[in-house]
């Protein structure tokens, strides 16, 4: 039959590995395809409009249909006519909303299957995921198609696959439609969105030389168009003769490269292909764990108001703290899958895919340093980081003679007022009659308005008063109801940091205030990235040794 006469569908088509799928049914002249995605309308990249996909879309063998598989009409509009559906449709797996992915995943793969049983479809084949079996405590080594789906799954996204995917093989054999379903594992490649983007993202915030866990977790990954291939391999088995087609129908399979690596040892391979650091340091998971439970409560609070999905979340650091390995024997000897490109080429391909991603390619950090912004970004910052340094060494010598005016000679108020009004005193009158140049050196006279206090700069320092008070009064109004319970721990121990200081004598905290002042923070900007990676090996250090002595003490205990 030539592929005018028979028609694919791919749901989610614009997604990263559907995408790929496409691509390799076009180009496999297998199938005329029909692409549905949410957008309204498809958007090619340079590329695509002028490789095969653009050429379809030109012939009429390939065509974009916009639908919501949340919607059922839209679903049969979409299906019908078709020999066989690629089910690829799905939620960003990042996106921990339980209603979004139930929505999508359940309903919506409900909804393709009636549509597929109503409309006589002949073959649906259903991308699920590895996760599904996975609940992010115990590793998985060379796992096959017997583990039971998990009772605790990793997060939303993996509960509603595992339950979509029980549905479609449940509908294996109803009015003649056969199915399967593949699980792929840790897909990567060119056009990833996800992986590849995180990892230089964390190596450009200066991120990319830590490690969760002690780096030894093995993984399977697998290229995208290795799961490209996989889903034709699928349909060719569901498509041959009954007893191959018995054999392969209402099964699931796991998808890998057959290549298991370490994590970590992949995750280097990909960020000094690229340019960047490979990760050295290790953090413990459970250190980093109550963080991200935290950080994960307060994305559930603002994520509908906009906020970004966070990189730092429980399921993210069970994925990269535990092993994952699957064995594929069941795809090869039932659909006849092998992998198409090696591990190695596949990680070759994807470096060469992204040249905007390399670390020479990005621009230089722009805006101010961590230490900037920490002071204000002002003439404080200006002051303590050395950026004007003349006016840096005129504060250290005011401050040196106050110091030595004021607290060493240990001088009542009044005194050291007097004092200071008699140096300033002199030092004007002697200013005063120095002539316009001195040695060839010009005398720079000081106007006059230097000592007046404009009506503008008044009315700011009235204002910047009365804002502090206003926002002091506000702070007791919220005390005074006593339902913040944060805001009354913030000035409890901001209250007493202010008693620890005030307790610090005015001559110790000019003797180590300065010092740290004007050169902590400089050095802490020259350095950040190299201060910070310190403090992480300190806390991963500190996190090991309370691990060691706990495991000691527990030991003991069982002993006794």
């Known amino acids: 039959m030539s592929g005018e006469e028979r028609w694919c569908v791919v749901t989610g088509g614009r997604g990263f590995a559907a995408r790929h799928l496409v691509e390799m049914l ?142 479609i093989l449940k509908a294996n054999g109803t009015n003649g439609l056969l199915t399967c379903s593949l699980r792929p594992s840790s897909i990567f490649g060119p056009g990833d969105r996800l992986f590849v983007p995180s990892l230089v993202a964390a190596a450009r915030a200066g991120k990319s030389k830590f490690m969760i866990g002690d780096g030894n977790n093995i993984y399977d990954f697998t290229y995208v168009e290795n799961v490209a291939h996989a889903h034709i391999c699928a349909d060719r088995a569901l498509a041959s003769e009954q007893e191959v087609a018995e054999k392969a129908a209402g099964q699931a399979y796991f998808i890998t490269n057959m290549e298991p690596i370490k994590f970590w040892e992949f995750t280097s391979l990909i960020l000094e292909g690229l340019g960047y650091e490979r990760p050295r340091i290790k953090i413990p998971a459970f250190a980093v764990m109550p963080i991200a439970q935290v950080i994960e409560w307060i994305y559930k609070i603002f994520g509908p108001y906009g906020m970004k999905v966070p990189q730092l979340i429980p399921s993210r650091i069970r994925l990269l703290s535990c092993s994952r390995s699957f064995n594929c024997s069941k795809a090869k000897d039932r659909l006849g899958y092998a992998p198409i490109v090696p591990l190695e080429e596949g990680l070759k391909r994807t470096l060469e895919s992204y040249p905007h991603l390399r670390a020479e390619n990005q621009p230089k950090r722009e805006g101010p340093s961590k230490a900037s912004i920490c002071l204000g970004s002002g003439k404080v910052a200006d002051t303590l980081l050395w950026k004007d340094k003349k006016q840096t060494l005129i504060t250290l010598l005011v401050l040196v003679a106050i110091y030595y005016n004021f607290i060493a000679s240990q001088s009542t108020i009044v005194t050291a007022a007097s004092k200071l009004l008699l140096v300033v005193s002199v030092f004007l009158f002697i200013h005063g009659n120095l002539p316009e140049k001195v040695f060839g050196y010009t005398i720079e006279k000081i106007p006059m308005s230097y000592f007046n206090l404009s009506e503008e700069r008044s009315h700011q320092t009235a204002l910047s008063v009365a804002s502090s008070w206003n926002a002091a009064v506000n702070v007791l109004k919220s005390l005074c109801k006593g339902n913040d319970w944060s805001l009354f721990f913030q000035v409890v121990i901001s209250l007493l940091i202010l008693s620890f200081l005030g307790a610090i004598s005015f001559q110790t905290l000019f003797i180590i205030g300065l010092p740290v002042a004007f050169a902590a923070f400089y050095l802490y900007e020259k350095n950040e990235q190299a201060i910070d990676s310190m403090f992480l090996e300190a806390l991963s250090l500190g996190c090991k040794m309370k691990s060691d002595i706990t495991k000691k003490v527990v030991g003991s205990k069982k002993k006794d």
């Open 26 to 167: 076009i180009q496999y002249d297998m199938f005329s395809v029909r692409i549905a995605d949410l957008e309204p309308q498809i958007t090619l990249s340079t590329e695509e409009q002028n490789g095969a996909l653009g050429h379809a879309l030109k012939s009429g063998r390939a065509n974009y249909v916009s639908a919501d598989l949340r919607d059922k009409p839209q679903v049969l509009k979409v299906i019908e006519g078709a020999e066989v559906v690629f089910h690829m449709a799905a939620p960003n797996s990042s996106v921990n909303s339980q209603q979004l992915h139930y929505s999508v995943n359940v309903q919506g793969t409900k909804n393709v299957i009636d549509a597929c049983v109503e409309l006589k479809v002949k073959r649906l084949i259903y991308t699920s995921s590895a996760s599904v079996v996975f609940d992010g405590i115990h590793g998985i080594i060379n796992g096959d198609e017997s583990l039971p789906y998990t009772d605790k799954p990793l997060d939303s996204y993996s509960a509603t696959k595992a339950e979509g995917e029980a549905a």
